[in-house]
């Protein structure tokens, strides 16, 4: 097969939406099929550096948001494209309605469907609770690659070899790939009011722009802090990790695969009802950042890791639940609907 992504990730929106279309290229990749991506040279710029990336990134022009899904369907017929996957809240019910082929298919990551019909092939929400959004009302005749089942995950957090607790020491703050609301820098700051003594790794994304401040806080903090930026081994991190403090965007598939105990912070209302459904599995609490100051969910996290016991408890129910390579699945889907159609031709 041949596919097509058309994501963005930046300061401004995070990510996330990269990294989930990056794991689901690598599983494509995998098992012998062809992508590119498309994205503004900004979004570029971030992925660049990636030791993981695969897959060919091809520049999108400077046009107006109206006319680009009919450069982008052009772009798909000129590829030989199979299947086109979108990724990004821009990608709104008029732009998917403007893709709808019947040369290639299209394919839609989602989290809420709040925004209309979605004019999909395939639906793709990996969160435990995702088949309460109803997505048979907004895609009736789609494939839903939805549930737990169909968590992607990058390949290193399909390898782990040794997820046992006696090798974990650290607390980690790891607040996305842009962390645009300075979360991390709000928490250092809470753990050195309350005079936090543990070990602590600090995670920032590629496109967090706030590295110059968060030096000077860790200079100044007398914190045992490790600074991490664009970390490239997040899998090795999160095994020696006893306690995560996180955004509850799609890392907390990574911090369940890595069975480690977490307190995931609500930043994003599409967040919710992934991360209630991840505590109702017992190996993480839910903070909401706008209920909550960072000075009472760091105290909230400083409570949790001086319960051993506890942690080690949710811990244990991490390990309960199987890493599932959902990308592998969806890959199958995809090719199965190909060889449909293909005969149908």
Not at 17 to 45: I, N, P, W
Not at 98 to 113: G, H
Not at 216 to 224: A, F, T, V
Not at 284 to 293: A, F, I, K
Request: glycine letters at 6%; proline letters at 3%; aromatic letters at 8%.
């Amino acid at each position: 097969m041949r596919v097509v992504f058309r994501v963005e990730g930046e300061p401004n929106i995070g990510l996330g939406h990269v990294m989930r279309c990056m794991a689901l290229a690598q599983s494509l990749v995998k098992y012998g099929h062809e992508l590119f991506f498309f994205m503004s040279q900004r979004s570029q710029y971030f992925c660049c550096n990636r030791a993981d990336w695969i897959g060919t990134m091809l520049p999108m022009p400077d046009i107006d948001k109206s006319a680009e899904p009919e450069w982008l369907a052009k772009q798909c017929l000129d590829l030989n494209a199979d299947w086109l996957v979108l990724d990004g809240y821009q990608f709104d019910l008029e732009y998917r309605q403007s893709l709808q082929s019947n040369v290639f298919k299209l394919a839609v990551f989602d989290d809420m469907n709040n925004s209309g019909a979605l004019y999909a092939d395939m639906v793709i929400n990996g969160a435990l609770n995702a088949s309460l959004h109803n997505y048979q009302l907004t895609a009736p005749k789609a494939l839903l690659a939805i549930g737990q089942g169909y968590q992607v995950l990058r390949q290193e957090f399909l390898q782990l070899t040794n997820r046992q607790w006696s090798n974990r020491k650290h607390l980690t703050l790891m607040f996305g790939g842009s962390d645009p609301k300075k979360q991390t820098i709000k928490a250092l700051q809470s753990l050195g009011k309350a005079n936090a003594c543990m070990p602590i790794i600090v995670i920032t994304g590629a496109a967090f722009d706030g590295l110059h401040d968060l030096a000077e806080l860790i200079k100044i903090s007398g914190l045992d802090i490790t600074h991490l930026h664009d970390c490239q081994n997040m899998a090795a991190v999160l095994l020696n990790t006893k306690l995560a403090l996180s955004a509850a965007g799609g890392s907390q598939f990574e911090l369940l695969a890595c069975a480690t105990p977490s307190i995931l912070v609500v930043v994003a209302e599409n967040q919710k009802l992934a991360s209630q459904g991840a505590a109702s599995q017992g190996w993480c609490q839910v903070v909401n950042s706008d209920d909550l100051s960072s000075d009472e969910w760091v105290k909230q996290c400083l409570s949790l890791w001086q319960q051993p016991e506890l942690l080690r408890s949710m811990h244990t129910k991490a390990l309960q639940f199987p890493v599932v390579d959902g990308a592998k699945k969806i890959v199958e889907l995809m090719s199965e609907q190909k060889i449909t159609s293909d005969d149908a031709k």
